[in-house]
C-alpha cells in the first residue's frame, strides 16, 4: 500500500511572539518570525487558498483550507486576518450629497455610522449578478453590501441611482 506524504500542515506550530507577530514552526524545524496570513480568493472561498507570508515576502507555508488547522492555530490566523480585513458591511444608506460623484455618503454599518466618498461608479463592483456588491470609498476602505435586496426601500433607491 502506498501512504500519502505527510501533510505540511502535521507538525507545525503557530504561535505569537512578545511583540504580537506570528511565529511559525515547521515539523522540519524551519521557523519563521512575522508571519502573515493572506487568504487567496478573499470573497469567493474565504475559507480555502490561505498562504502564511514570511517577512522576506516569501510563501513560508499554503493552507488549502482553514479547517485543515488546529483551532489554536486557526484562531491565531483569523486574529490577524480580523485585523487586516476591515470591510464593513453597509446596513443602511442614510443619505447621499448628491448623484454624480463624486458625493459622500452618510451610512450605517455592522461597526457603526460613518461617511464614505464615492469617487466614481465604477468604485462600485458587482460581485454575483446585480445584489452582492463591494463600494470603495476614496480613502481606500470597501464596504459590502451582501445582497442589495435586503436593503431598506430607501437605501435601496438611492443606491439604484449609482448603478
Same mark, same amino acid.
Given at each position: 500500500?502506498?501512504?500519502?506524504? !505527510? %501533510?505540511?500542515?502535521?507538525?507545525?506550530?503557530?504561535? $505569537?511572539?512578545?511583540?504580537?507577530?506570528?511565529?511559525?514552526?515547521?515539523?522540519?524545524?524551519?521557523? =519563521?518570525? #512575522?508571519?502573515?496570513?493572506? $487568504?487567496? =480568493?478573499?470573497?469567493?472561498? *474565504?475559507?480555502?487558498?490561505?498562504?502564511?507570508?514570511?517577512?522576506? #515576502?516569501?510563501?513560508?507555508?499554503?493552507?488549502?483550507?482553514?479547517? /485543515?488547522?488546529? !483551532?489554536?492555530?486557526?484562531?491565531?490566523?483569523?486574529?490577524?486576518?480580523?485585523? $487586516?480585513? =476591515?470591510? *464593513?458591511?453597509?446596513?443602511?444608506?442614510?443619505?447621499?450629497?448628491? =448623484? %454624480?460623484?463624486? %458625493?459622500?455618503? /452618510?451610512?450605517?454599518? /455592522? +461597526?457603526?455610522?460613518?461617511?464614505?466618498?464615492?469617487?466614481?461608479?465604477? /468604485?462600485? $463592483? @458587482?460581485?454575483?449578478? +446585480?445584489?452582492?456588491?463591494?463600494?470603495? #470609498?476614496?480613502?481606500?476602505?470597501?464596504?459590502?453590501?451582501?445582497?442589495?435586496?435586503?436593503?431598506? +426601500?430607501? %437605501?435601496? @433607491?438611492?443606491?439604484? +441611482?449609482?448603478?
Amino acid at each position: 500500500m502506498i501512504e500519502a506524504p !505527510p %501533510s505540511p500542515l502535521s507538525g507545525m506550530q503557530l504561535t $505569537r511572539n512578545a511583540h504580537g507577530r506570528l511565529v511559525l514552526t515547521l515539523a522540519n524545524g524551519n521557523v =519563521f518570525e #512575522g508571519v502573515t496570513p493572506v $487568504r487567496a =480568493f478573499p470573497i469567493e472561498a *474565504p475559507l480555502e487558498g490561505l498562504s502564511l507570508i514570511a517577512a522576506d #515576502g516569501k510563501e513560508a507555508l499554503w493552507v488549502s483550507r482553514m479547517a /485543515d488547522l488546529q !483551532p489554536e492555530h486557526r484562531q491565531l490566523i483569523e486574529q490577524d486576518l480580523a485585523v $487586516r480585513e =476591515f470591510i *464593513p458591511t453597509i446596513e443602511h444608506i442614510l443619505k447621499v450629497s448628491s =448623484f %454624480s460623484t463624486p %458625493s459622500t455618503w /452618510d451610512l450605517q454599518t /455592522d +461597526r457603526g455610522p460613518t461617511q464614505m466618498v464615492l469617487k466614481a461608479e465604477e /468604485d462600485i $463592483r @458587482k460581485l454575483a449578478g +446585480r445584489t452582492k456588491l463591494q463600494i470603495t #470609498g476614496q480613502d481606500g476602505v470597501q464596504y459590502r453590501i451582501p445582497d442589495s435586496n435586503k436593503l431598506d +426601500r430607501h %437605501s435601496r @433607491k438611492l443606491l439604484e +441611482r449609482f448603478l
